[in-house]
């Protein structure tokens, strides 16, 4: 189709989108599995389904046809495929031959919360689930009875006195018994559990309660043993641990991590825990070893997107095929890029030994993958190959592929990546050619502090003639990032004559431990002032029309957009969902108030209230007086309908223009395809109204 005759994009485009994600190599090389999301009208929800791929000629092949189905694992001999689903009504895992046959269930009724993880013989499978600790006779499904801080999630809702344990569940044939066997039973909560080498061990990171209850986040390493059938610490928790993995000799553990210096602000490393050493366990923190500290940038994390692949399980490093290397996932200046760190045998001696000193200058890492037009969401590797999800800000998530991968980083800087050429799937490739996207600018502008701000604009004023209305998008967290990814928002709006801007302020991953902590007990202050200032800079470039600005924001993105407009008269009108409006009672009353909130705001129920409430926009509200539409999920526990009601009374009370949008049945972010199409639709109305 030619591009004069392509139509705009559009909200209910969401229907067309299919995100792949979860790529997985097979042992030989030869396939991947990887899984499909898409958005059901019908069902009105996101769907997901696992396909299979060959990697030399890229012919597709169905594997699931369920309504969620997810984390597709092959067995170590390739010949099954382990996965989630959720078609008996319970999120279980299921086995299918690859060979032909319809897959069936080993785990129960268990209620697994983990992808499934196969032991080095391929005879069972490790995985955590929720359970009950302690069945109560006169419990009732209508009273809940509160004793414990840590007593709720958004996305899962109320605990009810269940825990993540660990089990194992044996696969044979379909018609034998499935042998499930709990490894763990406690009161704590047990993640990503993993074998060994082995497979006579099982590490996995254990959250105890009194962490929870002092409002620290933090996991204890552990391990069980097959052999003496006893449970040990080997790490007394510091900070989180996540995607663990064992060295390919059992020697060593590796997760990805932080010790909270900074509270949830810290920045997530990969951290090298030595297992066959000469020490007790528990060992010593000294005796790890971080070895992403140098590159100080968020090792795991992706650009963020408000069309995140639903399941957030993605194991973002992988070791090579010599066990001398490690290639993870880590987000830079709003790009995410797949790097190279050696780990030379003399290395891994060094840290055996705890000969630790000069130790992270001789930490060689690489950039191998990825560019800043791009977002690097996932990726898989195995003999040389490497199969990865990428989008741009035009392009949604494909599947592309590299063999050769590991000599990649050798190549001139101007031709490390050729993404283009090595495209695997198009899988959006009806919507694309047929609906005109657009792609983004990036720019860096002076913020406050005349700090380096990075900021996107799509649909730009190219005449610069300054009547290009301007619609600002401020993304939440606020430890998350914006950058080269694919936005719904970003391009319905444009596709409605917006020019769109969006930046990474102060606060922001993938710049720095500095950057990102900026904002750290400093809400409302120089974070909104970052924004401000990238107004002024589009509209001195005459990027747009400085009498017709909008604003809008999601979570701690709402948050702003109601100080902002407190603080501003540059704008028409505003959008804010999901906010944070008052922080005295978001500490009260978010799953995540007492924790997260005291460190980032610095102040709590027991001190300094007055610094609360001077930093929340209900403080303000007789300073907004331009119109505020507001939306909110009423299942929210992370910031709770009750912070947009409080605001929307206030409004109302002061005589201002508001209207509240309540979305049923959704947390804090919404899942169901209405809701999202119904969320644009109605702030484009808002705004061509004002």
């Known amino acids: 189709m030619s591009k004069n005759k392509m139509r705009d994009f559009k909200a209910e485009d969401i229907y067309k989108l299919n995100l792949a994600n979860e790529p997985q190599i097979s042992p030989d090389g030869e396939i991947a599995a990887f899984v499909v999301q898409k958005w059901d009208k019908e069902k009105d929800r996101s769907i997901t389904n696992i396909k299979m791929i060959d990697l030399d000629t890229g012919k597709l092949r169905t594997v699931t046809t369920g309504c969620c189905d997810r984390y597709p694992r092959f067995s170590p001999e390739g010949n099954k495929l382990a996965f989630i689903s959720e078609r008996s009504g319970n999120s279980a895992i299921w086995i299918i031959d690859l060979k032909g046959a319809e897959p069936w269930k080993i785990s129960g009724e268990l209620e697994v919360n983990s992808p499934p993880v196969w032991s080095p013989a391929g005879d069972k499978v490790v995985f955590s689930a929720y359970q009950e600790y302690e069945a109560k006779e006169d419990k009732r499904d209508d009273i809940t009875i509160v004793e414990k801080l840590y007593h709720k999630y958004d996305g899962y809702g109320f605990f009810r006195g269940k825990y993540s344990q660990i089990f194992t569940a044996e696969v044979k044939d379909p018609e034998l018994d499935q042998k499930i066997t709990q490894i763990t039973a406690n009161n704590f909560n047990h993640y990503h559990p993993v074998f060994s080498p082995t497979g006579d061990k099982i590490a996995c990171s254990v959250m105890r309660e009194d962490y929870l209850e002092k409002g620290v986040y933090k996991h204890d390493l552990c391990y069980y043993d097959y052999k003496k059938d006893k449970f040990q610490i080997i790490l007394k928790g510091r900070g989180p ?27 997530n490393n990969l951290w090298l825990v030595p297992f066959k050493c000469e020490c007790e366990f528990p060992i010593k923190g000294n005796r790890i070893v971080n070895l992403t500290e140098r590159l100080e940038r968020p090792v795991g994390t992706s650009v963020d997107s408000d069309l995140n692949y639903c399941c957030l399980d ?43 000193t000069g130790l992270d200058k001789s930490i060689k890492i690489n950039k191998v993958l990825g560019n800043e037009k791009s977002n690097i969401r996932a990726f898989s590797l195995n003999k040389n190959k490497c199969l990865a999800v990428i989008s741009t800000v035009n392009k949604p998530d494909e599947l592309f592929y590299f063999d050769d991968f590991e000599h990649m980083y050798k190549r001139k800087r101007e031709n490390d990546v050729e993404i283009y050429n090595k495209q695997l799937t198009i899988l959006n490739n009806n919507l694309i050619g047929s609906t005109k996207l657009y792609e983004a600018e990036k720019f860096r502008y002076n913020g406050a502090q005349n700090w380096g701000i990075d900021g996107w604009i799509l649909n ?8 290009k209305p301007l619609v600002v998008i401020v993304h939440g967290g606020p430890h998350l990032a914006y950058g080269s990814t694919f936005m719904l928002q970003a391009q ?8 769109v801007f969006y930046a990474n302020p102060r606060g922001s991953q993938s710049y720095g431990q500095k950057f990102t902590s900026a904002v750290v007990k400093d809400w409302g202050h120089n974070d909104y002032q970052d924004v401000l200032k990238g107004i002024d800079y589009i509209l001195k470039k ?21 100080l902002l407009l407190a603080h501003s008269s540059r704008f028409r009108a505003g959008a804010a969902g999901g906010s944070v409006t008052n922080l005295y009672s978001f500490y009260g009353t978010s799953d995540i108030g007492y924790s997260f909130g005291e460190f980032e705001t610095g102040g709590s129920s027991c001190h300094s209230k007055e610094k609360l409430i001077s930093r929340s926009p209900i403080n303000y509200v007789h300073k907004i007086n331009d119109p505020l539409l507001i939306l909110h999920g009423e299942d929210d526990l992370r910031c709770p309908v009750s912070q947009s ?46």
């Not at 001398?324 to 840290?351: C, E, M, P, R, W």
Request: net charge positive.
């Open 542 to 562: 005459g990027w747009a029309d400085r009498d017709k600005i909008y604003i809008m924001g999601w979570s701690y993105g709402g948050y702003l957009t109601c």
């Open 645 to 690: 009601e409080e605001l929307f009374t206030a409004l109302k009370r002061c005589n201002k223009n508001t209207t509240f949008i309540r979305y049923k049945d959704e947390m804090h972010l919404l899942n169901k395809p209405s809701h999202i199409i119904h969320r644009f639709q109605k702030t484009l109305d808002w705004f061509s109204k004002y």
């Open 241 to 267: 641990v996540r995607y663990l993995d064992w060295s390919k000799d059992g020697d060593f553990l590796v997760y990805i991590g932080h010790q909270n210096r900074y509270g949830r602000a810290t920045t």
């Open 492 to 499: 319905i709006m444009a596709a409605k004559g917006y020019a």
């Open 314 to 356: 993605n194991h973002p490093f992988k070791w090579s095929a010599d066990a001398k290397k490690i290639f993870f996932l880590a987000a830079d200046q709003g790009s995410s890029y797949i790097y190279k760190l050696n780990l030379t045998s003399n290395l891994k001696k060094k840290i055996l030994e705890n000969d630790l």
């Open 460 to 467: 730009k004023d190219e005449s610069k003639s300054n009547d």
